[in-house]
Every structure is written in structure tokens, then in C-alpha cells.
């Protein structure tokens, strides 16, 4: 079992930056890539970045130039640091970990973005 608990979301002025986080626990040896989706009001969830235990990377073409996500395997922390920052990334994002579409999920952490 893996908890996954986010934090750093909020209200930002268009714009504005944010940093998320992403703190595992468990059963963190079996971890491999770790995920950033989101799911905006009446959206379909996104899959915003991924990175691997390697340190490779995969951004949507919505975050691709805006978004950096990162991780300290030593902490079983990732981030996600979110620049020049858009009405339109307001959603709720989540935390995921395991296989593609299931595994392990946070509560999720919202970011709000106003214009």
C-alpha cells in the first residue's frame, strides 16, 4: 500500500506561480513514476506530467514551457512547480502512483486561478 497526500494548492492571480506537492509513504521501494493528472469542472481528468525513477519526464501540451515536475526519492517527494499560470489550469489536481489509470491517488489539492 502507498498513501500519497498533495499539498500547495490554492488561489492565484493569472499569472502567478504555485508548487505542488506530493508526499508518499508505505510502500514507497515499489514506486516507479509518479503522476500529476487533473480534473477541471466538467472535464475529463487530464493527465498533466509524469516523472520515472530515472528522472524522465512526459508533460501535456498544456504544461509543456509553464509546468516542472521533479522529485527527491530520498523525501518520496514529487513536485510540480506551475508558472504563468492560466484561468484555465483551475482544477482539482491529484497525486497518482502505479499502474497508468489506477494505482495509488491522493485526496487531491485545488488550484484556483482567477483572472
Known amino acids: 500500500q502507498v498513501q500519497l497526500v498533495e499539498s500547495g494548492g490554492g488561489l492565484v492571480q493569472a499569472g502567478g506561480s504555485l508548487r505542488l506537492s506530493c508526499a508518499a509513504s508505505g510502500s514507497t521501494f515499489s514506486i516507479d513514476v509518479m503522476r500529476w493528472w487533473r480534473r477541471a469542472p466538467g472535464k475529463q481528468r487530464e493527465l498533466v506530467a509524469h516523472?520515472?525513477?530515472?528522472?524522465?519526464?512526459f508533460y501535456a501540451e498544456s504544461a509543456k514551457g509553464r509546468f516542472i515536475i521533479s522529485r527527491d526519492n530520498a523525501k518520496n517527494t514529487v513536485y510540480l512547480q506551475m508558472n504563468s499560470l492560466k484561468p484555465e489550469d483551475t482544477a482539482v489536481y491529484y497525486c497518482?502512483?502505479?499502474?497508468?489509470?489506477?494505482?495509488?491517488w491522493g485526496q487531491g489539492t485545488q488550484v484556483t486561478v482567477s483572472s
Open positions: 497518482n502512483t502505479g499502474i497508468l489509470g489506477g494505482g495509488y
Open positions: 516523472i520515472s525513477s530515472s528522472g524522465r519526464t
